[in-house]
Nanobody
Framework: HVQLVESGGGTVQAGGSLTLSCRASVPINRYCLAWFRQAPGVGREGVASIDRAGSPTYTYSVAGRFTISKANEKNILYLQMDNLKPEDSAIYYC???????????????WGQGTQVTVS
């Protein structure tokens, strides 16, 4: 059973930065990984994904501001978020799947989420 645990959320002023982490219970080099977010009253949105080789994909609204990366040896996925905007406020979830790819795919495993609030 794959367990994903996010951390690093919080409250930050517009223009600030946060780094989210997602610790996995399995070797992440076997999985495609992604960050999603969901704001109140809004559907879940794919933010960034990274494939087994480490190639990233970003949704247009965060490209150039967010960086997805991973540390295979630690089984941790990261999301570095810079120049944050109020519209980035949401619950951020990490997701994993052995076969999914990109931001439109269906991911099988999900974390519980971490809140990011930009004021």
């Amino acid at each position: 059973h794959v367990q994903l645990v996010e951390s690093g959320g919080g409250t930050v002023q517009a223009g600030g930065s946060l780094t989210l982490s997602c610790r996995a219970s399995v070797p992440i080099n076997r999985y495609c990984l992604a960050w999603f977010r969901q704001a109140p009253g809004v559907g879940r949105e794919g933010v960034a994904s990274i494939d087994r080789a480490g190639s990233p994909t970003y949704t247009y609204s965060v490209a150039g501001r967010f960086t997805i990366s991973k540390a295979n040896e630690k089984n941790i996925l990261y999301l570095q978020m810079d120049n944050l905007k109020p519209e980035d406020s949401a619950i951020y979830y990490c997701a994993a799947d052995q076969f999914a790819f990109g931001l439109s795919a269906q991911y099988r495993y999900w974390g519980q989420g971490t809140q990011v609030t930009v004021s």
